[in-house]
């Protein structure tokens, strides 16, 4: 029932999840169940970007460990904001990595920012 709950407090990014696989064509190759439940889907791109919606982690097949413990570090943060999720962590999410493709933020500078810099923590992520 917890489980049942949790989806649906979180499913404006199940959503957009479900959407994102269908279109990258992306498919299941992990589950983790650690502190957090999530399910990598990778899908194939040579771009190193990930998304973290829910319990669904889009990588690209070639993704770094450090990207998907980073993507993996989103969880709780999922959890805690549940259909805020998007435009509190998702938005700004969005908007550093934009930056750094700009060119006004430097990987380092995004990283220290929240939200990522949380995720990093929660991931356990070693840069
Ligand atoms: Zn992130």
Redesign the pocket.
């Known amino acids: 029932m917890k489980k049942i709950l949790l989806y649906i407090w979180q499913l404006p990014q199940h959503i957009v999840a479900l959407i994102a696989i269908k279109i990258t064509k992306a498919y299941k190759t992990e589950v983790r169940n650690g502190t957090w439940y999530a399910e990598y889907w990778c899908y194939d791109c040579e771009s190193s970007l990930g998304g973290?919606y829910g319990q669904y982690l889009l990588v690209p097949c070639k993704a770094t460990q450090i990207l998907k413990d980073?993507?993996y570090g989103?969880c709780p943060q999922s959890m805690w904001w549940g259909p805020f999720y998007l435009p509190i962590v998702g938005l700004p999410?969005v908007v550093l990595n934009w930056m750094v493709s700009k060119g006004k933020l430097t990987n380092a500078e995004r990283n220290a920012k929240w939200?990522?810099n949380q995720?990093d923590r929660f991931g356990k992520v070693v840069r």
Do not use: K, T
Request: charged content about 25%; proline content about 12%; glycine content about 0%.
């Open positions: 973290s980073h993507e989103h999410s939200p990522e995720a």
